[in-house]
């Protein structure tokens, strides 16, 4: 299992997502360069969930709608049995540590990416960020949204928080998310993830692939040099070393 720790992304890119945020909803990917709805996405949402131990269909949104042929259907599913549903549609365990996985399609090209972003909602225990992987991979990006302390650890407290998980992954045309609570009370109050597929490119100064190069492809460089993924790569000598900082600022000036 891959690891991954904690890292907030540049301040600029937090005070864009911040700055969409009203108090504790979740966040649209335009920051990201796509919209929901838009040719090569897709978007799931969960907020009430109606089981504790078998799949739960999204409930707030879908897209595309229907489901094109042969697309996997989206699920959010409590994986040890250890749960039940809370009166206001929460999954939660008052003595276990809860694990999550969450299945959801996306446009499968070859040879191409896909940029998933998870955001979740918890109350009480909080997601361990080292267990969080979609398709076996950490997130090479993690920005805290939200926080609100309810109390000391225990029953009825903890903290209240929306975190968006980003990953970058082969576009095999299916994500698995899987996580893992920190401790005993965690309770999962919502879910979204929205996804995008694009096709490899030979720019490498574009390193969060969406076509175009912009100050957020150095964001994106910074989570691919933490993570030493395929992007940090910008002087083609195989490495990821912090040459290739000045190697992408080279790239960036000239352009694709």
């Known amino acids: 299992m891959a690891s991954a720790s904690f890292r907030i992304g540049s301040i600029a890119a937090v005070a864009a997502l911040t700055s969409s945020v009203s108090a504790q909803n979740f966040v649209t990917p335009d920051s990201y360069g796509w919209q929901r709805g838009d040719e090569a996405t897709s978007y799931f949402e969960w907020d009430d969930f109606t089981s504790s131990s078998g799949p739960n269909a999204p409930d707030v949104a879908a897209l595309p709608n229907p489901l094109p042929a042969g697309w996997a259907d989206p699920t959010c599913t409590e994986t040890t049995g250890g749960s039940f549903v809370t009166s206001t549609g929460n999954i939660y365990s008052f003595g276990g540590i809860l694990e999550f996985e969450i299945v959801t399609p996306a446009e499968p090209i070859e040879g191409g990416t896909t940029t998933v ?24 990006d993690t920005e805290e949204l939200y926080r609100l302390f309810l109390g000391p650890d225990g029953i009825g407290g903890g903290s209240l928080v929306v975190t968006l998980w980003r990953f970058e992954v082969p576009a095999t045309g299916t994500s698995v998310i899987t996580f893992v609570a920190d401790g005993e009370s965690l309770s999962l109050d919502s879910v979204a993830v929205d996804s995008f597929s694009s096709a490899a490119t030979n720019c490498l100064a574009d390193v969060n692939g969406d076509g175009e190069v912009t100050p957020t492809d150095f964001s994106a460089w910074i989570g691919a040099y933490n993570t030493n993924a395929p992007g940090c790569d910008q002087n083609g000598d195989g490495a990821c070393t912090p040459t290739d900082f000045s190697a992408w600022i080279t790239n960036y000036n000239n352009g694709c």
Do not use: M, S, Y
């Open 117 to 140: 972003l998870l955001q979740t909602k918890t109350q009480g225990r909080e997601i361990d960020p080292a267990t969080i992987e979609c398709n076996g991979e950490a997130p090479v």
